[in-house]
């Protein structure tokens, strides 16, 4: 069972950068399907990138070419570089894993994301 703890969230300014970091342990993610989901307020959890195990990665239409998700399997983290943001980006981010073979999922427990001047 892989337990993660996100990092790195804050305020940020309308066309700021942030970078988040998800550290995982009890198991390795080289085994899992990462990802990012964010929650607004008042709205439903959605996903923001997933990186399939030893596959591609894909994004939601709204982030794509100002987010890069990246998996670093040796030191057990997943990160989340987030570019030119928009106020539309405010939310709490979570980190994802989930384990194919039996569909399990595993939360962390989210970093609030403020874009605002």
């Known amino acids: 069972q892989v337990q993660l703890v996100e990092s790195g969230g804050g305020l940020v300014e309308p066309g700021g950068s942030l970078r988040l970091s998800c550290a995982a342990s009890g198991s390795s993610i080289s085994v899992y399907d990462m990802a990012w989901y964010r929650q607004a307020p008042g709205k439903q959890r959605e996903l923001v990138a997933r990186k399939i195990s030893g596959g591609t990665t894909v994004y939601t239409a709204s982030v794509k070419g100002r987010f890069t998700l990246s998996k670093d399997n040796a030191q057990n983290k997943l990160y989340l570089q987030m570019n030119t943001m928009a106020p539309e980006d405010t939310a709490v981010y979570y980190c994802?894993?989930?384990?194919?073979?039996?569909?399990?999922?595993?939360w962390g427990r989210g970093t609030q994301v403020t874009v605002s001047s």
């Open positions: 994802n894993a989930n384990f194919r073979p039996l569909n399990r999922d595993y």
